[in-house]
């Protein structure tokens, strides 16, 4: 079959990776969503976060080095089955104040998070054989999971009325869209022409490297010819000292791999790691720290209960995010630190606001949280399209692997949004009674209710 040109859009491949960013970005958002509903008011929603991110951050750190080795259709069933079980596992547990453990639980959101790090970091290099304008799509299907996993919990939850445990499992047949797109949707006609390039590469390179152990072998059996027709009686060492060397020169070449790998990987930290993970840890810190205490006077607002200050927010955020991440084919961006230095200024910004209290209206603030959706999303797929176009073809598939593992920001900062709100909130409290009151409902009703609400 003809392949696609680079350049161009296929429209199958434009959908496979559309749907490959929604659906291995939109389990981690439900079951954010569903943080509340599976631990219980008394238990610490934190430890469902931790969860969803930590094996999602050890799979970035670790698999970019070994997980070339297994096929992507090996790898798309893999992510499949261990989202469908960490799912199933999350619905299935019975409540924990109805004897259900919450072990269990986190041990369902422990497989989800598996895949959907393994899967992320997979289909990013998959982009590596279908040009940008997969990229493009990717980027645009995991900005468009923030607002449906948040948004199709909510409704199924309160407009249908489904319970949890319905609505979990209902998730749990999404992954099976992943299968359909990659075996159906996505012409793997591309894949298959490299990947066969590269066997080829890789045959001729063994049958070369085959040909000089057999020399090698050769001269070492005539040598011992040699030696025995001489009467040397030197033990028969040869064969055993040459299959040694075989194996030595084997895993020399595989640490040799493992320490370019780790060379790429210091090249890629500068130019594209650093402004990814400044612009995390400052988007992180604002949605869980910062927001949560910009509470306006209701009569000053389009609410009617401040419990529904935070999911407008997110929600806005969530809009800003899948708008830039789906700008690539129209807007570029190639100096990846300015809108990261932008998103520590919008931190900056909203902090000194929820401090003293300056920004006159609550639609001042939609604006710059939508702003702030805006730069999250620009530099998140600006720097995978950078690696695209600036990393040589040869590095290019691990690079854009490797780069996913900037989450580590969610683990080292995860205590400072809590710091930052309490004292927010603290000095606020210490200003004017109105605003300790705001302070009481968000500790009260926000935190509690609708912290749980999604971050893509």
């Not at 999404?174 to 299968?179: A, E, H, N, S």
């Not at 064969?239 to 060379?263: G, P, Q, T």
Request: aromatic share 10%.
């Amino acid at each position: 079959m003809p392949l696609p040109l680079p350049g161009s859009p296929d429209p199958r491949v434009c959908t496979a990776f559309w749907l490959f960013g929604l659906i291995n970005n939109v389990l981690y958002v439900i079951i954010l969503s569903a943080a509340l509903d599976l631990v219980g008011s008394g238990f610490p929603k934190g430890v469902v976060l931790l969860a969803d991110v930590v094996p999602s951050f050890a799979t970035k750190l670790t698999a970019p080095y070994f997980i070339h080795l297994i096929p992507y259709s090996a790898r798309v069933i893999i992510l499949v089955g261990l989202s469908v079980l960490g799912m199933l596992i999350i619905s299935l547990t019975p409540a924990h104040t109805d004897g259900g453990s919450i072990a269990t639980k986190l041990a369902g959101v422990v497989l989800a998070s598996l895949s959907s790090g393994a899967g992320e970091l997979s289909f990013l290099g998959l982009t590596h054989f279908y040009g940008r304008f997969s990229l493009a799509a990717w980027g645009s299907g995991t900005g468009a999971a923030g607002l449906v996993g948040a948004g199709a919990y909510a409704i199924a939850t309160t407009s249908f009325g489904l319970s949890v445990k319905a609505t979990l499992l209902g998730s749990a047949c999404l992954p099976v869209i992943m299968l359909v797109s990659f075996f159906v949707v996505l012409p793997l006609g591309p894949l298959r022409h490299l990947s066969r390039e590269a066997s080829e590469y890789q045959a001729i390179a063994d049958e070369s490297n085959d040909f000089e152990e057999e020399a090698e072998a050769r001269q070492v059996d005539h040598e011992h010819d040699i030696n025995e027709r001489d009467g040397l009686l030197d033990p028969p060492r040869n064969s055993r000292s040459y299959a040694k060397a075989i194996v030595a020169s084997r895993s020399s070449d595989k640490w040799a791999l493992f320490r370019e790998n780790l060379n790429r990987s210091k090249r890629l930290f500068i130019p594209f790691m650093v402004p990814l993970l400044l612009v995390y840890i400052a988007e992180y810190t604002i949605n869980q720290g910062v927001t949560p205490t910009l509470l306006f006077p209701l009569e000053e607002t389009p609410f009617e209960q401040y419990r529904a200050f935070y999911p407008t927010y997110n929600a806005i955020y969530q809009m800003g995010v899948f708008i830039s991440r789906s700008s690539t084919p129209f807007f570029r961006i190639h100096n990846l630190y300015l809108p990261s230095f932008l998103q520590v200024a919008n931190l900056t910004f909203l902090t000194l606001h929820a401090l003293f209290n300056f920004i006159p209206n609550v639609y001042l603030i939609f604006v710059v949280i939508f702003w702030e959706g805006l730069l999250g999303g620009l530099v998140y797929v600006n720097t995978f399209a950078e690696i695209t176009d600036r990393v040589p073809p040869a590095e290019r598939e691990f690079s854009l692997a490797a780069t996913t593992l900037v989450e580590i920001d969610i683990l080292t900062t995860t205590p400072v949004p809590e710091i930052l709100a309490l004292v927010t909130s603290t000095v606020k409290a210490g200003k004017t009674p109105e605003t300790a009151a705001h302070c009481t409902v968000r500790k009260a009703e926000l935190y509690l209710d609708v912290n749980h609400k999604s971050e893509s």
